[in-house]
């Protein structure tokens, strides 16, 4: 709470005390317009020791003395404080300077810390920030430090574009903050609201885009590169705007930082300049990057000045240059970078690029963003060789990788599918999105598969493994070299193959499925070493993957020749509710084993019922490789199948379909083994599957926003309402055309149920007003959307709102009896306090006045006599309890002050 003191002029000694205070934790009485802009980041140091930056724009004109400040106080967020130097300060503009200060601070331990900084004031007469001149500046950061021993410690990501940018009534305004994460963590932008103390919103805070609102005003972030645009601001004047970046790495959150954004927009007939530069490009390290960046100004007359900054021009070997000429129009310069393999990161490096011209007021920007993603080389060389004796391929590529000195390096990884030829996307090197398995990781330049089976032919690719290695081991954000070039090796066929296991009949007891396989390869069985009698045993387990197998047949024949049984019909299964796979044990001497085939399941079909739609699946675990998929349909009421359509993916929606009608489908499966002198084609069927398009669609998802009088300064304070409005999260997979009614949840705490108070029935409707019965605005909703057809969206994420508790106390009043000032009482209105603790005391520290009435009304008596005190200088302490959203709470340092008592 910030408390307003006066007169201090009459009490130079009690000024000086408190004066101190005030500028160690920066909360206090000196009132001063100059914040525009800032963000804090911080950098671990060791241990738990961080070194924190607070970084802030300020005007210039009319600050001077006290209130350009040469130290910052800061909250470590752990219930300590600190005064932090200005280690530097630069003039961008004659009334925008840049001010950074710095402190190390060392944390007793892992925990979350909410780091803060408040500065009175904002400048003003920013237009989306009611009274802004009166509001604190206020700016704070998360940092969570886990166990360093599993997840390592974190720095915090740097942002490399300064949070001042100008803009032109009518025309796009772009914004990156060019986030750089030093420890390639996963960066995630949102937009927020200012903040004038911890957790509590700047009020009468308005978004930019309602400064006039309308489908010409939107606002929007993009959560990836953090590229902010607003199309397109409306009314001329200043805007201030909050861009959170959330941080995770490997998953999980490890913190926030909070950037307080500053545009400045005009109305001018000024036409911003036009960039050229591409926004996306992909190498390997170790080229030279080289792109010619070109901008020119439709108004001939204005010269553009060119600016590149972000992490390739800061990062500590072979950093990028930028090469441009004196202001021109047109103007070009150029972006150069001589990649190492130091470089490798798991995120893209992003390069902002600005062209400005020189119009006065105010001058425009175009701006791009270039994303640079950065590959590692592939793995050179790569050689098979199969040794059929042993049943193992070894596969070997060339030593001394050359990325291998880059901390970052963890080995190589094995990749094997079955199947050869296959492309890859260079810049986008995801082997799993191609059929690819991971087999093996090794930090050698050699590996061997001994997990190969007879009949089939692999495509065998070797990738270089990225990553941060914790204490405990752990591999942490992930990322892989480019893949090696392809090697196919083919295993000749020996023991018998499975050709089909293809579904008879659809039936829960007496369900049937046909089972064939090869007879053995002879040219490739040595029977002289292997005599006979030989032996097949056909074994069945449920399920696609299941383990507990049943032996069902066992073929014996004396030679090979004799071998003439080579299928089974499979009968009394439950082929309704089951997949069934199958696999052949060879053995030669009736007990010799000469080997198991792969296993092979039959094809499993699942129905998902929709909107006038039907969305199949199915699934399947076979040695050979299915190529096409044929679907085959029954009509309602009709007698037969028919084809439909042939696809090569193993899912598809059928749609424009009755609801309520009954609709049956199967599945042939078209394959083939890889090598020649098979079978071929392969044909199996799945079961049949009959399902009823039916209306199972959700309501989308309410995005809920909450205004009253402490979010927005325009309403009225006497009124205890909370005007709830919502917006729909649409994806394409719900609906919002035909939603009937929304129900209203409320819970009166944080950690209360949330319970139905209310439900609004109709289809044109956004927004609900709660009247509170209590004079406390502090309150959690969420809401959900019910369609005509009775289907229920997901809740609303649960939003909390909290009072804006005022309490302040005077420093004077004259209790004389002439009906003015005659009681001491708070500064009114006063608002959401439940009582207080306030204990006056004379200069000698004796008690002479206690209360907990918030109004207080003290007459200037003592309390214990009622005897009239003398006029003079008085000291109160005052704790004070609020109501909040978590319930009554006390503040975390009590007012205190002193009070004049005058009398005549």
Not at 131 to 160: A, C, H, M, R
Not at 490 to 513: C, F, K, M, S, W
Not at 633 to 653: C, E, M, N
Request: proline share 6%; hydrophobic share 35%; with cysteine.
């Amino acid at each position: 709470m910030l408390v307003k003191y006066t007169n201090f002029n009459r009490m130079k000694f009690y000024h000086k005390i408190i004066l101190s205070l005030v500028l160690l934790f920066t909360i206090g009485p000196l009132y001063a317009t100059h914040n525009r802009a800032g963000e804090i980041t911080y950098k671990h140091l060791s241990g738990f020791t961080y070194e924190f930056t607070i970084t802030t724009y300020t005007k210039v004109s009319g600050v001077s003395g006290d209130a350009d400040r040469t130290r910052l106080g800061i909250a470590w967020g752990d219930g300590t404080f600190d005064s932090l130097n200005r280690l530097s300060e630069i003039f961008l503009d004659p009334d925008i300077k840049q001010n950074k200060y710095i402190g190390i601070h060392t944390y007793s331990g892992p925990f979350t810390y909410v780091v803060g900084v408040g500065d009175p004031n904002r400048i003003q007469d920013i237009i989306n920030i009611n009274n802004s001149v009166s509001t604190i500046f206020y700016l704070e950061d998360t940092i969570k430090i886990l166990d360093p021993n599993i997840i390592g410690y974190n720095n915090s990501p740097l942002l490399l574009n300064p949070p001042i940018e100008y803009g032109n009534v009518g025309q796009v305004f772009i914004h990156n903050p060019n986030a750089y994460d030093p420890d390639g963590d996963s960066l995630s932008y949102s937009i927020a609201s200012p903040l004038q103390a911890a957790g509590l919103p700047v009020a009468g805070y308005s978004p930019p885009n309602l400064i006039n609102p309308g489908p010409d005003n939107q606002i929007s972030i993009n959560q990836l590169t953090g590229e902010l645009t607003w199309d397109a601001p409306q009314v001329a004047g200043i805007y201030n705007i909050v861009i959170l970046i959330k941080e995770y790495k490997n998953g999980i959150f490890v913190g926030t930082v909070m950037r307080d954004l500053q545009i400045i927009v005009d109305a001018t007939n000024n036409q911003p300049p036009k960039l050229n530069v591409p926004l996306q490009i992909c190498k390997i390290v170790g080229d030279s990057i080289i792109i010619p960046v070109n901008a020119n100004d439709p108004n001939l007359q204005d010269k553009i000045t060119l600016s590149a900054n972000g992490a390739p021009f800061i990062v500590p070997t072979q950093a990028a240059t930028f090469t441009v000429g004196a202001p021109a129009n047109p103007i070009g310069g150029t972006f150069r970078w001589n990649t190492h393999c130091d470089h490798l990161n798991k995120n893209d490096y992003l390069v902002v690029f600005n062209a400005v011209d020189n119009f006065n007021s105010p001058p425009l920007t175009d701006q791009k963003t270039l994303a640079i993603k950065l590959l590692a080389p592939a793995p050179k060389n790569l050689t098979t060789t199969l040794n059929l004796s042993t049943k193992t391929v070894t596969l070997k590529w060339d030593s001394l990788y050359i990325c291998s000195n880059n901390p970052k390096f963890q080995g190589f990884s094995i990749w094997r599918k079955k199947g050869c030829n296959t492309p890859i996307d260079t810049c986008n090197p995801n082997l799993a999105n191609l059929g690819y398995e991971k087999i093996g990781t090794t930090i050698n330049y050699s590996f061997i598969d001994n997990n190969i089976r007879s009949g089939n032919q692999y495509s065998y690719r070797v990738v270089a493994d990225f990553g941060d290695k914790t204490n405990a081991g752990l591999i942490l954000n992930r990322f892989t070299s480019i893949a090696s070039i392809e090697r196919c090796v083919t295993i000749p066929a020996d023991i018998p193959l499975i050709y089909n296991v293809d579904v008879r009949n659809t039936n829960e007891t007496t369900g049937q499925i046909y089972v064939e396989w090869s007879k053995p390869f002879a040219a490739r069985l040595d029977t002289i070493i292997n005599p006979g009698p030989y032996v097949i045993k056909l074994y069945r387990a449920v399920g696609i993957n299941g383990e507990n197998y049943t032996l069902v047949k066992t073929v014996t024949a004396a030679t090979f020749s004799a071998i003439t049984d080579t299928s089974f019909l499979d009968n009394g299964l439950n082929t309704v509710a089951n997949a069934y796979h199958y696999k052949l044990d060879f053995y030669a001497r009736t007990n010799d084993s000469l080997g198991s085939t792969e296993s092979a399941s039959s094809v499993f079909l699942s129905i998902a019922s929709a909107y006038q739609s039907l969305q199949l699946s199915w699934t399947f675990s076979v040695p050979w490789v299915n190529t096409s998929y044929v679907i085959y349909r029954k009509l309602p009421g009709g007698s037969s199948f028919d084809s439909l359509t042939t696809t090569t993916v193993t899912a598809y929606d059928d749609i424009n379909l009755i609801n309520d009608s009954l609709y049956c489908y199967k599945i042939k499966a078209i394959g083939t083994y890889a090598i020649a002198g098979l079978k071929t084609p392969l044909i199996n069927f799945s079961q049949e599957v009959c399902a009823l398009p039916k209306d199972t669609t959700l309501p989308c998802t309410p995005i809920l926003s909450i205004n009253n009088f402490c979010t927005n300064a325009s309403l009225d304070t006497a009124e205890y309402k909370n005007y709830l409005t919502w917006t729909f999260q649409q994806d394409g997979f719900c609906k919002v055309d035909d939603i009937e009614k929304i129900r209203i949840y409320y819970a009166k705490t944080s950690t209360d149920t949330l319970q139905q108070i209310d439900s609004i029935i109709g289809s044109s409707f956004n927004n609900y007003t709660h009247s509170l019965a209590t004079r406390s605005l502090a309150a959690c909703y969420a809401i959900q959307a019910v369609r005509k057809n009775g289907n229920v969206s997901n809740l609303s994420a649960k939003v909390c709102v909290d009072n804006c508790p005022l309490y302040n106390l005077p420093n004077a009043f004259t209790p004389n009896d002439d009906s003015q000032n005659d009681k001491y009482t708070p500064i009114y209105p006063y608002r959401f306090v439940e009582k207080i603790d306030l204990k006056i005391y004379n200069r000698w520290g004796n008690l002479v006045f206690q209360t907990e009435d918030p109004d207080i009304n003290w007459n200037g008596t003592d309390y214990k006599t009622g005897k009239e005190l003398y006029t003079g200088v008085y000291y109160y302490v005052c704790d004070v309890f609020y109501q909040t959203i978590n319930g009554i709470e006390k503040t975390k340092k009590p007012l205190s002050g002193y009070i004049h008592l005058f009398r005549k």
